[in-house]
């Protein structure tokens, strides 16, 4: 059997330019005018640049806005669930002509990762897109700030990518393009490939997720975030490390891939989760593990939210398919990990597991349950925790399901 096929049913669709036509348009690039992107839009445009994102070949219009937002289609019909746009201040936008070639440099050291034709300048109700996508308008959510902090013209249009950014150097053989997994997918004989998606180093309920998978596919990528995360996130070369010994000490040889991926976290929940199966179909996975609180922050999210929405959806809208999975915890009676489907025993024999527990935990120095993590996964998060300054710490709070 063959892997799934790229969104859209056609080809990966990679925007990066290599070799002669890279350096030309380097060259021509020095001399647009340049804004500067946002962290997530530099994610995002790294994404489009890798693949990640086929078949889109740019950033959206306002006619995709809009029905991404209300009905997660875009104008041509295709099924997005997050809108996948570009913003920039009034006066910038003033400047620009509809029409007009621009460069998009990096947030922090002005690199020009690409240049853009502007074929549409547009404004948003912001509040709207909130509401839509992240079901609140609360400015606390960390996803909703983002929206509202972002500029208030939007500008569309088809994008050539000239930089993957630090990612490459920064991440080795970590950073993986959707090419790169496909191939290593195709070598070792998989089709039927389970993604796990983390922005946590692993504890033994995402294990045993993963190992759920493993039982019914061929392989699981486990799949990193590698862009930015909020204050007291564990930092992705700490996560990747526990996660390798994690997968060479607990999972038997080529069952599991390590990779990361260049986005930051949006927070929404539901809406988020099928972005990530719609990238992950790119990546080559046919199925997303989704447990409790996929993608979600405090509250805002019923533990199971992210479950019911793939039913929501029109059928075909992704080939990529969930594996639904209950919440899971240690039972001491059962003496090993279960879940609410498997476990018939009650809340006082069962240890809930979660990252947010088990960083507040590692933070302030407690003891970690055996139960909760293997050693050897602890080992490395206490070196990281100690070498902090304690202008670095960051208190984590307990809300949410994460609390419980």
């Avoid at 946002?38 to 890798?50: A, H, N, V, Y």
């Avoid at 719609?278 to 199971?304: E, T």
């Avoid at 970690?368 to 984590?396: G, T």
Wanted: net charge negative.
């Amino acid at each position: 059997m063959a892997l799934v096929r790229p969104h859209g049913g056609r080809e990966l669709n990679p925007l990066l330019l290599k070799g002669k036509a890279l350096a030309d348009e380097l060259q021509r690039a020095r001399s647009l005018p340049q804004i500067k992107v946002s962290s997530r839009e530099k994610g995002d445009l790294i994404m489009l640049g890798i693949g990640g994102f086929t078949p889109l070949d740019g950033f959206m219009t306002r006619a995709d806005w809009e029905g991404v937002c209300d009905g997660m289609k875009m104008s041509n019909g295709l099924f997005w669930p997050i809108p996948i746009t570009l913003s920039t201040d009034k006066a910038a936008a003033g400047s620009i002509k509809t029409g007009a070639d621009i460069a998009l440099a990096d947030p922090d050291n002005g690199e020009i990762l690409a240049t853009m034709k502007v074929t549409e300048k547009y404004t948003i109700d912001k509040a709207h897109e909130c509401a839509m996508v992240f079901k609140t308008t609360d400015p606390e959510h960390p996803g909703v700030k983002m929206v509202m902090e972002q500029g208030d013209i939007n500008l569309a249009g088809p994008i050539k990518v000239l930089s993957q950014s630090d990612f490459p150097e920064k991440y080795a053989d970590l950073f993986m393009t959707p090419a790169q997994t496909r191939a290593l997918f195709e070598s070792y004989g998989w089709s039927k490939v389970a993604a796990f998606q983390t922005r946590n180093p692993m504890h033994r309920s995402h294990e045993y997720l993963a190992k759920i998978a493993i039982e019914t596919c061929d392989g699981v990528l486990i799949h990193s975030l590698l862009g930015h995360l909020k204050p007291g996130d564990i930092p992705a070369d700490v996560r990747s490390e526990a996660i390798s010994v994690l997968i060479d000490e607990y999972f038997v040889k080529k069952t599991v891939v390590q990779a990361g991926y260049p986005l930051d976290m949006r927070y929404a929940g539901p809406r988020e989760a099928l972005l990530h199966a719609l990238f992950r179909q790119n990546y080559g996975c046919s199925h997303l593990i989704v447990g409790r609180d996929h993608a979600g922050v405090g509250s805002y999210y019923g533990p199971f939210d992210a479950h019911h929405i793939f039913d929501e959806i029109p059928e075909g809208s992704l080939e990529t398919q969930p594996l639904k999975i209950d919440w899971t915890f240690w039972c001491h009676k059962c003496g090993g990990m279960a879940s609410a489907r498997t476990c018939p025993h009650g809340e006082s024999d069962r240890l809930l597991l979660s990252g947010t527990k088990l960083r507040k935990m590692l933070s302030e120095g407690s003891e970690v349950p055996a139960e909760f993590s293997r050693a050897e996964v602890l080992k490395i998060l206490r070196a990281y925790y100690a070498s902090l300054q304690e202008s670095e710490k960051v208190e984590v709070k307990l809300s949410g399901h994460s609390g419980r």
